[in-house]
Structure formats: C-alpha cells, structure tokens
C-alpha cells in the first residue's frame, strides 16, 4: 500500500496522541488509508484470535483501498456502492458438518401434493 515511510515514523510515537495528531497531518487519501488498515488490522487480528482464518494480504489490500476511497466520496456528497464481502467456502473444522441451504423446504418432494396424486378432500 506504499505506506512504510509511514509505518516507521508512526513507530517512533511514544503515545496514542502523538499517533493521532500525525495521522491528522497527513493528505486526506493517506489518513483514510492509514485509518482503515489499522481498523481492518484489528478486525483480523480478533478474527484469527477467535480461531477464524484470516484474509490474504492481497484481499486485505483491495478491501482497504476500496473502503478508504468509499469513505472519502461519502464525506464529499458522492453516491457509492460499497463492496459486496468476499466470501468463500471454507472447510468446516473436525467433527462439524457445513450445510449450504436457502431455507427452501417441500415435504413431498420436488412437484408438491398434487403431482404424487395426493390431495386434500
């Protein structure tokens, strides 16, 4: 993401406030860069301390990007459509069974009552 000249000046702050007051000074595109990597790196860490699997830096990158670029239009008055999550089948752990279902349910099958010859009186 091209913000290492960053992370190491970030690195040398004694305080939260020291970070802040930087962060604050920076052009608008790196502040919100920088904001919404810390907070995605947050949510990973809790994630993976949970026991989940962890996103790939390259799916990292593009969601960060993306969500800083979304948040800057939404502060100019512009219209966006936010990123659908990637979501993809992972392996349930041992001992669990993953059933994929869109809640659909027919008792008798795939034609209904009426195509088995059963119907109500």
Known sequence: MQLEEH???LAEKSSPKEVIQHILQLEEGVQMN???????????????????T???VHDLIYLIGRYAEEIIRLGNG???????????????VDNFIKINSD?????????????LGVCDP
Not at 103 to 115: C, I, S
Request: net charge positive.
């Open 34 to 52: 920088i904001i919404v990597l810390l907070w995605h790196w947050w949510n990973e860490r809790n994630k993976i301390r949970e026991g989940e």
């Open 54 to 56: 962890g996103r790939g």
């Open 78 to 92: 512009e219209v966006v459509n936010l990123p659908k999550p990637l979501q993809r089948w992972q392996k349930p």
């Open 7 to 9: 992370r190491k000046t």
């Open 103 to 115: 809640g659909a349910f027919l008792a008798l099958g795939r034609y209904g009552r009426r195509r």
